[in-house]
């Protein structure tokens, strides 16, 4: 599921333990935006124990946004976080398709030394005109790419536009084009963070405009939201079809052993992974 991405401070230890008991669909614990430079060592060590320390929460599948490629930390930021647990890794203010498969070779050069079975997948976040102007081919770029983000505020600073981020026209353009990409490209696409957080009913509507948009969801900065989000993103008919399609596909050889674990449905490979997200579609459409 791709309805709500909730982005945790990878400095803040509380914060840390208590997202134990959230339910996002992706809880994101950060390193670049929400952490201070004199803090990012402290951040990636504290991420890096709390995955190693198998608290993560079962519902949730497991994120960690590293530094932009050109920060020079990403290698130690991988280095830390590269665990068995983690499902995916959230790349900021990527440009183009090759700072993406760049970072994905890294990963993979990584897991294949360490043995980790799982697939990491990516989430290349569109902060840049560039970025927009490429969205596509960053989309397209690898089949590890699960979904694009739209990264309103920085967005905003490289376009120098000095308005509220509420006042659409300002980026409507970037905004509807993101989701018409990563549609193209078979993946999901995240809506930017909602900043004002007592203000729900803003949330719901800019919500409400991003789903008609063709995103699947919102990244979101406060748990409050989860709920409001998950209830205005709910799985849509075609979705609980395919998700029931997945599960009989599935069910012996993830749940007990019989068949080999990826198969072939509808002309696509299907795996353990999907079995999951098929899970969570019933789940979420009480079904």
Known sequence: MFRSLLFIPGNNERFLKKSTNLHPDILCFDLEDSVPNNE?????????????????????????R???????????????????????????????????????NKIDLI?????????????????????VINANSIAS???????????????????????????????NYARSKIPVDARAADI????????????????????????????????????SHINPIHEIFRPTKKQIEWAKKVIVALQDSVEKGNTRGAILLDGKMIDAVHYKQAKAVLKASNQ
């Open 111 to 131: 897991i294949s030394e360490r043995n980790i079975g799982s697939k990491i997948r990516v989430m290349p976040s569109i902060e840049t005109a560039k970025g």
């Open 141 to 171: 770029a690898h089949g590890n790419v699960a979904a694009l983000i739209f990264g309103v505020f920085d967005f905003l600073y490289d376009m120098n536009v000095d308005v509220e981020y509420d006042d659409y026209m300002s980026y």
């Open 188 to 223: 999901y696409a995240l809506d930017g963070i909602w900043q004002k957080v007592n203000d729900v009913e803003g949330l719901i509507k800019d919500a409400v405009l991003a789903k008609k948009l063709g995103y699947s969801g919102k990244t979101l900065i406060h748990p």
């Open 66 to 104: 590293i530094n932009a490629v050109d920060s020079g930390l990403v290698d130690n930021d991988l280095e830390m976080v590269l665990k068995e647990g983690l499902d995916g890794i959230v790349l900021p203010k990527i440009s183009n398709r090759q700072q993406v498969i760049e970072v994905i």
């Open 40 to 64: 990012k060592v402290i951040a990636r060590n504290l991420v890096g124990e709390f995955l190693s320390s198998q608290e993560g929460n079962n519902e949730s599948s497991i994120y960690v």
